[in-house]
């Protein structure tokens, strides 16, 4: 069983940047690691980045050219830069591990319990 652990959030002013890091408990060289993010008062978690084990990424139209997610193998981390901070991006950032990069979060087995992103303008 992969355990998931986030952080890096804080609250920061519009324009700004942060970065998040998730810390796996075992090797997932071979999984599929993706960044979701949920909005206060929405059920929905949206897939904001994700992942390869090659290293190959896909992203949300929303933060292309603003947030940039990598991994690191060695150190069981995954990591998500994200510059340009708009107040529409404040929500609970997760990571989440899988076999396959899933656009759903549902077909997710693996998450983190998430950490807080605040954007005031």
């Known amino acids: 069983q992969v355990q998931l652990v986030e952080s890096g959030g804080a609250s920061v002013q519009a324009g700004g940047s942060l970065r998040l890091s998730c810390q796996a408990s075992?090797?997932?060289?071979?999984?599929?690691m993706a960044w979701f993010r949920q909005v206060p008062g929405k059920e929905e978690r949206e897939r904001i980045a994700?992942?390869?084990?090659?290293?190959?990424?896909e992203y949300r139209d929303s933060v292309k050219g603003r947030f940039t997610v990598s991994r690191d193998n060695a150190k069981n981390t995954l990591f998500l830069e994200m510059n340009s901070l708009k107040p529409e991006d404040t929500a609970m950032y997760y990571c989440a591990s899988d076999a396959l990069c899933w656009i759903l979060s549902n077909k997710y087995n693996f998450w983190g319990q998430g950490t807080q992103v605040t954007v005031s303008s």
């Open positions: 075992q090797y997932t060289y071979s999984a599929y």
């Open positions: 994700c992942v390869e084990s090659d290293g190959k990424t």
